[in-house]
């Protein structure tokens, strides 16, 4: 019997992030645009229908014929039709982790926005996590019913102008803005009102479309947003496919819950098929398991995902985030479809160290003209536990000129979470402030990153963690209190009473006056110690001593011991500089000299 799936034309799935601010009508031009719904679309949520807003990714579809660049891609044959996924984001400010998830499975993002009230917080949110995972971008400008007839066409006009100003500066730089209603009326308007401008827009997102790079290689990791069981059958997963392929009889995991399962049939849109590779939106049915405890989660080869307790990033700050990154602040740290709170400590190169600067980005989609928006590449010195870096109180930001853009230096974070997280390597981690108030009119945006190393240890901190080797650097200054011969003098004020002085013997330290010595230990009972100066003291140095000396026991009364404090009023004490490393990390503290 021939199969049946050859008879079937072949479709290419190309996915539509509908992002942009609470009740500016995402829904609607997703429900206006939609022939075909699976089974997440449309707010089946009971809450998002009571409240009327989206509290989860919904899906939908509809097809349409292949455009003509489509055709003559040289790597579109094959392909008979385009199938839209619409990914139907939630604008509401709290859901930004389900938005951040969505995000990573788009190849175009429509931006939705209210053509009455512009630009708002969460656009501007949409807009950055559309500038961090997407290509491409078009800006719907929705509610057009809501203009007067008369001055419809000079206030859109005056949208768009603002609109183009404030995405100069992104990698959407002159992107198609287009004006429609999708729901004339409102959400209370009769059903029988038609949506203006739809037939236009999906003109215009058949124009955008390109050839996504789709790899069915690689271990397989799908993102999973539904699931449910079917009696007598077994429990259906929906997502969209990140990342390599499956098929019928494939054994696959479900780390969240560290089983395996194998896959009894797949779906794409209601039509059995016999697998499905990256950027098919599809679901699978594997043996029963109780479908409560994923609700949403990856699914994976098996083996392939790992269970991180900290990681290391690279880290770049958002422009738009107004706080400052401060070492061991806690964030909210959205890394593969999870958002968990994580303490950060930055770190650089050492200063003075330049980095290796790199032409390519092998780490950004490339298929579009904009994809390498200087601000999201990735860092051009690769991570290595083989060097020292340079611990940072906070992130430290370029000189940027005023107004220009100045690149801040290559830096580093180690995320430690508070609960472990799964996901890939090398998957973009974004950090917010998501306990912002969300009627604040600020960014919770604040960093984003890839993630370049994982610690899967519990214990960690005490075997990774020893072999990153960042450093802060002391100085400590204190006063030469006397000569005691050419080669030897007493100093004083450089440690405390309590200080155990047998840690420092063996440091290097230098005398304002120019001379090298060396800690050979502690002197009396009071923090005192002596130095070896193995050159020994130049002749200034001696007469300076000894003058200072001088002046010390003039000033005790008949007597009366001299008094320590009096050589601190002393004109020009002789400095002892000491300054020496610490390793972050080392759990002996050692002070170390270069």
């Given at each position: 019997?021939?199969?049946?799936?050859?008879?079937?034309?072949?479709?290419?799935?190309?996915?539509?992030?509908?992002?942009?601010?609470?009740?500016?009508?995402?829904?609607?031009?997703?429900?206006?645009?939609?022939?075909?719904?699976?089974?997440?679309?449309?707010?089946?949520?009971?809450?998002?229908?009571?409240?009327?807003?989206?509290?989860?990714?919904?899906?939908?579809?509809?097809?349409?014929?292949?455009?003509?660049?489509?055709?003559?891609?040289?790597?579109?044959?094959?392909?008979?039709?385009?199938?839209?996924?619409?990914?139907?984001?939630?604008?509401?400010?709290?859901?930004?982790?389900?938005?951040?998830?969505?995000?990573?499975?788009?190849?175009?993002?429509?931006?939705?926005?209210?053509?009455?009230?512009?630009?708002?917080?969460?656009?501007?949110?949409?807009?950055?996590?559309?500038?961090?995972?997407?290509?491409?971008?078009?800006?719907?400008?929705?509610?057009?019913?809501?203009?007067?007839?008369?001055?419809?066409?000079?206030?859109?006009?005056?949208?768009?102008?603002?609109?183009?100003?404030?995405?100069?500066?992104?990698?959407?730089?002159?992107?198609?803005?287009?004006?429609?209603?999708?729901?004339?009326?409102?959400?209370?308007?009769?059903?029988?009102?038609?949506?203006?401008?739809?037939?236009?827009?999906?003109?215009?997102?058949?124009?955008?479309?390109?050839?996504?790079?789709?790899?069915?290689?690689?271990?397989?990791?799908?993102?999973?947003?539904?699931?449910?069981?079917?009696?007598?059958?077994?429990?259906?997963?929906?997502?969209?496919?990140?990342?390599?392929?499956?098929?019928?009889?494939?054994?696959?995991?479900?780390?969240?819950?560290?089983?395996?399962?194998?896959?009894?049939?797949?779906?794409?849109?209601?039509?059995?098929?016999?697998?499905?590779?990256?950027?098919?939106?599809?679901?699978?049915?594997?043996?029963?398991?109780?479908?409560?405890l994923l609700e949403r989660g990856v699914l994976c080869t098996p083996g392939s995902l790992h269970t991180l307790h900290a990681a290391i990033i690279s880290v770049r700050k958002i422009g738009y985030f107004k706080g400052s990154l401060a070492t061991r602040a806690k964030f909210h740290i959205t890394v593969g479809h999870e958002t968990v709170m994580a303490r950060v400590t930055f770190f650089g190169l050492p200063p003075g160290e330049t980095h290796q600067t790199s032409t390519t980005d092998p780490q950004l989609p490339t298929s579009d003209p904009h994809a390498s928006e200087p601000s999201l590449r990735p860092l051009d010195t690769p991570f290595s536990f083989d060097r020292e870096y340079f611990h940072q109180d906070e992130y430290v930001i370029g000189q940027r000129e005023a107004g220009g853009a100045g690149q801040d230096p290559e830096q580093w974070a180690l995320l430690e979470f508070e609960h472990p997280v799964t996901c890939p390597t090398l998957c973009l981690v974004i950090g917010s402030k998501l306990d912002t108030d969300i009627h604040a009119n600020v960014c919770r945006l604040a960093f984003q990153g890839r993630l370049l190393e994982g610690f899967e240890e519990k214990s960690y901190s005490e075997?990774?963690?020893?072999?990153?080797?960042?450093?802060?650097?002391?100085?400590?200054?204190?006063?030469?209190?006397?000569?005691?011969?050419?080669?030897?003098?007493?100093?004083?004020?450089?440690?405390?009473?309590?200080?155990?002085?047998?840690?420092?013997?063996?440091?290097?330290?230098?005398?304002?006056?120019?001379?090298?010595?060396?800690?050979?230990?502690?002197?009396?009972?009071?923090?005192?110690?002596?130095?070896?100066?193995?050159?020994?003291?130049?002749?200034?140095?001696?007469?300076?001593?000894?003058?200072?000396?001088?002046?010390?026991?003039?000033?005790?009364?008949?007597?009366?011991?001299?008094?320590?404090?009096?050589?601190?009023?002393?004109?020009?004490?002789?400095?002892?500089?000491?300054?020496?490393?610490?390793?972050?990390?080392?759990?002996?503290?050692?002070?170390?000299?270069?």
């Open positions: 019997m021939a199969d049946s799936s050859n008879n079937h034309p072949k479709t290419l799935n190309f996915n539509v992030g509908v992002l942009g601010h609470v009740d500016s009508g995402k829904t609607s031009l997703a429900r206006a645009l939609s022939s075909t719904a699976s089974t997440a679309a449309f707010d089946k949520n009971p809450q998002s229908r009571e409240r009327g807003i989206t509290l989860d990714l919904g899906f939908s579809s509809f097809n349409t014929d292949l455009p003509e660049q489509l055709r003559e891609d040289p790597g579109g044959h094959g392909y008979d039709n385009l199938q839209f996924t619409l990914v139907d984001c939630p604008g509401h400010a709290s859901l930004i982790r389900t938005i951040i998830g969505g995000a990573q499975i788009i190849d175009l993002m429509m931006l939705v926005v209210d053509v009455v009230k512009g630009i708002q917080t969460q656009t501007a949110e949409c807009l950055l996590i559309g500038e961090l995972t997407c290509p491409r971008m078009v800006v719907i400008l929705n509610k057009t019913d809501l203009l007067p007839p008369n001055k419809r066409q000079t206030a859109i006009d005056k949208m768009t102008k603002r609109l183009h100003k404030t995405l100069e500066n992104t990698r959407f730089k002159d992107c198609p803005v287009i004006a429609l209603s999708a729901k004339p009326g409102g959400p209370e308007a009769p059903e029988t009102e038609e949506p203006h401008g739809v037939p236009e827009l999906i003109e215009l997102l058949k124009s955008q479309t390109y050839l996504p790079h789709r790899d069915p290689g690689g271990a397989l990791l799908m993102a999973v947003d539904h699931c449910f069981s079917i009696r007598g059958q077994g429990t259906v997963m929906t997502g969209t496919i990140l990342q390599g392929a499956l098929a019928v009889n494939d054994t696959v995991e479900i780390p969240a819950l560290k089983v395996t399962k194998k896959v009894k049939s797949v779906q794409m849109f209601r039509r059995p098929v016999a697998g499905a590779m990256q950027g098919d939106r599809v679901g699978v049915c594997v043996t029963q398991f109780d479908p409560k075997t990774t963690l020893l072999r990153l080797r960042i450093y802060k650097t002391k100085h400590k200054e204190g006063q030469v209190e006397r000569v005691t011969d050419d080669y030897t003098v007493i100093g004083r004020n450089l440690f405390k009473k309590e200080t155990n002085l047998q840690l420092f013997v063996g440091l290097k330290v230098t005398l304002s006056t120019g001379e090298e010595g060396v800690i050979e230990g502690g002197f009396g009972q009071s923090g005192k110690f002596k130095i070896r100066v193995p050159e020994g003291l130049s002749l200034e140095t001696k007469q300076l001593l000894s003058s200072s000396a001088k002046k010390r026991v003039k000033g005790g009364a008949k007597g009366e011991p001299a008094k320590e404090d009096d050589a601190k009023t002393d004109s020009q004490p002789i400095c002892i500089n000491l300054q020496f490393k610490r390793y972050v990390f080392d759990p002996h503290k050692k002070m170390v000299q270069s």
